[in-house]
Protein backbone atom coordinates (compact mmCIF):
# COMPACT_ATOMS: atom_id res chain seq x y z
CA UNK A 1 0.00 0.00 0.00
CA UNK A 2 1.21 3.16 -0.84
CA UNK A 3 0.78 7.19 0.55
CA UNK A 4 2.46 9.46 -1.55
CA UNK A 5 2.65 13.60 -0.78
CA UNK A 6 4.14 16.68 -2.00
CA UNK A 7 4.48 19.99 -0.49
CA UNK A 8 6.63 22.97 -1.05
CA UNK A 9 8.21 24.95 1.48
CA UNK A 10 9.49 28.58 2.10
CA UNK A 11 12.64 27.93 2.90
CA UNK A 12 16.25 26.87 1.68
CA UNK A 13 17.03 23.46 1.16
CA UNK A 14 19.50 22.94 3.53
CA UNK A 15 16.75 24.38 6.10
CA UNK A 16 14.57 21.64 5.38
CA UNK A 17 17.31 18.72 5.26
CA UNK A 18 18.28 20.59 8.81
CA UNK A 19 14.65 19.86 9.94
CA UNK A 20 13.70 16.59 8.81
CA UNK A 21 17.04 15.12 10.12
CA UNK A 22 16.36 16.68 13.31
CA UNK A 23 15.68 12.95 15.01
CA UNK A 24 15.80 14.30 18.68
CA UNK A 25 12.82 16.60 17.94
CA UNK A 26 10.57 13.54 16.39
CA UNK A 27 11.65 11.41 19.31
CA UNK A 28 10.02 14.01 21.83
CA UNK A 29 6.89 14.53 19.32
CA UNK A 30 6.51 10.98 19.72
CA UNK A 31 6.74 10.47 23.54
CA UNK A 32 4.35 13.86 23.93
CA UNK A 33 1.77 11.31 22.50
CA UNK A 34 2.57 8.47 24.49
CA UNK A 35 4.83 6.44 22.55
CA UNK A 36 8.54 5.27 24.58
CA UNK A 37 11.15 5.80 21.79
CA UNK A 38 14.53 4.52 22.70
CA UNK A 39 17.58 5.13 20.41
CA UNK A 40 19.45 1.71 19.98
CA UNK A 41 22.67 2.86 18.31
CA UNK A 42 25.54 4.27 19.45
CA UNK A 43 26.10 6.48 17.02
CA UNK A 44 26.95 10.23 18.01
CA UNK A 45 26.15 11.94 14.55
CA UNK A 46 23.15 11.25 12.11
CA UNK A 47 24.15 8.82 9.89
CA UNK A 48 23.26 5.33 8.04
CA UNK A 49 22.65 2.75 10.49
CA UNK A 50 20.90 4.56 13.35
CA UNK A 51 18.05 2.69 14.79
CA UNK A 52 15.15 3.24 17.27
CA UNK A 53 12.79 0.88 18.93
CA UNK A 54 9.22 2.43 20.16
CA UNK A 55 6.17 0.39 21.69
CA UNK A 56 2.99 2.60 21.64
CA UNK A 57 -0.90 2.24 21.92
CA UNK A 58 -2.64 1.54 18.88
CA UNK A 59 -6.48 0.31 18.63
CA UNK A 60 -6.12 -0.55 22.04
CA UNK A 61 -3.21 -2.91 21.87
CA UNK A 62 0.70 -2.40 22.41
CA UNK A 63 2.62 -2.27 19.37
CA UNK A 64 6.32 -2.35 18.78
CA UNK A 65 8.03 -0.82 16.18
CA UNK A 66 11.62 -1.13 14.74
CA UNK A 67 13.10 2.09 12.83
CA UNK A 68 15.91 2.39 10.79
CA UNK A 69 17.69 5.01 8.98
CA UNK A 70 18.72 3.27 5.09
CA UNK A 71 19.41 6.25 3.28
CA UNK A 72 20.92 9.50 4.29
CA UNK A 73 22.01 12.05 1.23
CA UNK A 74 22.18 15.51 2.17
CA UNK A 75 20.58 17.74 1.72
CA UNK A 76 18.41 15.89 -1.29
CA UNK A 77 17.07 13.58 1.65
CA UNK A 78 16.63 10.80 3.46
CA UNK A 79 15.08 6.54 3.08
CA UNK A 80 14.12 5.19 6.75
CA UNK A 81 12.92 1.73 7.31
CA UNK A 82 10.36 0.19 9.62
CA UNK A 83 9.26 -3.04 10.59
CA UNK A 84 6.44 -4.41 13.48
CA UNK A 85 5.28 -8.00 14.06
CA UNK A 86 2.75 -7.66 10.49
CA UNK A 87 3.72 -5.25 8.54
CA UNK A 88 6.83 -3.37 7.00
CA UNK A 89 7.28 -0.13 5.35
CA UNK A 90 9.74 2.02 3.92
CA UNK A 91 9.41 5.88 3.84
CA UNK A 92 11.11 8.06 0.72
CA UNK A 93 11.86 11.49 2.00
CA UNK A 94 12.90 13.70 -1.07
CA UNK A 95 13.82 17.29 -1.28
CA UNK A 96 14.31 19.23 -4.26
CA UNK A 97 15.34 22.90 -4.67
CA UNK A 98 12.83 24.87 -6.38
CA UNK A 99 15.06 28.74 -5.57
CA UNK A 100 17.00 29.55 -3.28
CA UNK A 101 14.53 29.99 -0.24
CA UNK A 102 12.03 27.56 -1.84
CA UNK A 103 12.18 23.83 -1.69
CA UNK A 104 9.97 20.76 -2.61
CA UNK A 105 9.14 18.22 -0.03
CA UNK A 106 8.10 14.50 -1.40
CA UNK A 107 7.24 11.58 0.72
CA UNK A 108 6.28 8.05 -0.18
CA UNK A 109 5.59 5.57 2.06
CA UNK A 110 5.31 2.26 1.34
CA UNK A 111 3.63 -0.10 3.71
CA UNK A 112 4.07 -4.37 2.77
CA UNK A 113 2.67 -7.08 5.21
CA UNK A 114 4.63 -9.57 6.59
CA UNK A 115 1.74 -12.21 7.53
CA UNK A 116 -1.53 -12.85 7.39
CA UNK A 117 -2.35 -10.64 10.43
CA UNK A 118 -0.14 -7.90 7.89
CA UNK A 119 -2.64 -8.55 4.87
CA UNK A 120 -6.19 -8.32 6.89
CA UNK A 121 -4.59 -4.91 8.10
CA UNK A 122 -3.34 -3.84 4.48
CA UNK A 123 -6.90 -4.77 3.47
CA UNK A 124 -8.63 -2.94 5.83
CA UNK A 125 -6.30 0.23 5.18
CA UNK A 126 -7.01 -0.37 1.32
CA UNK A 127 -10.77 0.00 2.20
CA UNK A 128 -10.38 3.71 3.86
CA UNK A 129 -7.50 4.50 1.77
CA UNK A 130 -9.18 8.03 0.94
CA UNK A 131 -9.65 8.91 4.26
CA UNK A 132 -6.04 7.72 5.53
CA UNK A 133 -4.44 9.66 1.96
CA UNK A 134 -6.47 12.68 3.27
CA UNK A 135 -4.97 12.62 6.56
CA UNK A 136 -1.27 11.66 5.54
CA UNK A 137 -1.77 14.58 3.45
CA UNK A 138 -3.16 16.99 5.79
CA UNK A 139 -0.23 15.70 8.27
CA UNK A 140 2.08 16.47 5.52
CA UNK A 141 1.03 20.14 5.31
CA UNK A 142 1.00 20.81 8.86
CA UNK A 143 4.49 19.39 8.72
CA UNK A 144 5.22 21.90 6.32
CA UNK A 145 3.81 24.74 7.83
CA UNK A 146 5.81 24.22 10.75
CA UNK A 147 9.25 24.03 8.93
CA UNK A 148 8.21 27.12 7.38
CA UNK A 149 7.75 28.88 10.54
CA UNK A 150 10.53 28.53 12.58
CA UNK A 151 12.42 29.37 9.28
CA UNK A 152 10.90 32.32 9.40
CA UNK A 153 11.54 32.87 13.36
CA UNK A 154 14.90 32.01 12.41
CA UNK A 155 15.62 34.52 9.55
Not at 5 to 10: K, L, Q, T, V, Y
Not at 44 to 52: D, R
Request: proline share 3%; with cysteine.
Amino acid sequence: MQFKGREDIEAPIDQVFAEITDFKRFERGAMRRGADVQRTDTMAEPGVGMTWQSRFKLRGRMRDLSLRLCELDPPNGIVLGAEAATVEALMRVELVSLSRARTRLSVDLGITPRNLAGRLMIQSMKLAKGNLSKRFNLRLAEYAMDVENRHKRTA
